[in-house]
């Protein structure tokens, strides 16, 4: 939805003012994105990663968001990296990793 590639230009794109507020801030505080937006990221790293994406997703990503799985790896929160890092070992059953993954995002489903 539209919103959330507001969000998403807002933090990978911000403005002059933007940059110089986050410039004084200190340690960086770490960017909490919309659950449903992060589902979505994931959902696309997750295909991508396993060959699942059809050539033409991974094009349409790249257009929107040159280097866009480097750019996904870095928004997901540790828990997640971790998560995904364990499923694609082949450690974590798909199911258990959407449960794991709806639970550490605080969504019921």
Do not use: C
């Amino acid at each position: 939805p539209e919103e959330h590639l507001k969000a998403l230009l807002e933090e990978w794109a911000p403005d002059a003012q933007a940059r110089a507020e986050r410039a004084q801030k200190a340690p960086a505080e770490p960017i909490n994105l919309p659950a449903d937006l992060l589902t979505v990221m994931i959902r696309e790293f997750v295909a991508y990663s396993t060959g699942a994406m059809t050539a033409g997703e991974q094009i349409r990503l790249n257009d929107e968001i040159p280097d866009w799985p480097t750019v996904y790896w870095k928004k997901f929160p540790d828990r997640i990296q971790r998560l995904i890092k364990v499923f694609l070992d082949g450690k974590l059953p798909l199911e258990d990793f959407w449960s794991e993954v709806r639970s550490t995002l605080g969504q019921s489903r």
